[in-house]
């Protein structure tokens, strides 16, 4: 943990531990934009807000918790047209 200017800052070993995934995963999140990492200098360290950490993980279900079961009204209609459907004629 490091403290800058008032925020606290995780390492990739802390953030991940905290997340309860790989650092992989965590690298992930950032690449799809869940989650920021800030550059700490010139060193290629990076650092993940606590706070920001803490957001994400209010976010995700607990661990052993599944999905509300859809409606039998949503089962029958999919969410999207047949791919079939987007094909034009030439």
């Known amino acids: 943990m490091i403290q800058i ?3 606290i800052y ?3 070993h802390e ?3 905290r997340l309860g995934v790989k650092p992989e995963t965590l690298y992930a999140y950032v690449s799809r934009g869940l989650l920021k990492s800030y550059r700490q200098g ?3 360290r990076r ?3 606590a706070h920001e950490i803490d957001l994400l993980l209010a976010l995700q279900p607990s661990k052993g918790e599944t999905k509300a079961a859809a ?3 949503s089962a029958a209609q999919p969410p999207f047209p047949p791919a079939e459907s987007w094909a ?3």
């Open 71 to 73: 409606p039998a009204s």
């Open 47 to 49: 650092l993940y807000l």
């Open 15 to 17: 953030a991940a531990e």
């Open 88 to 90: 034009t004629e030439r």
């Open 5 to 7: 200017d008032g925020d």
């Open 42 to 44: 010139v060193r290629r």
């Open 10 to 12: 995780l390492d990739v």
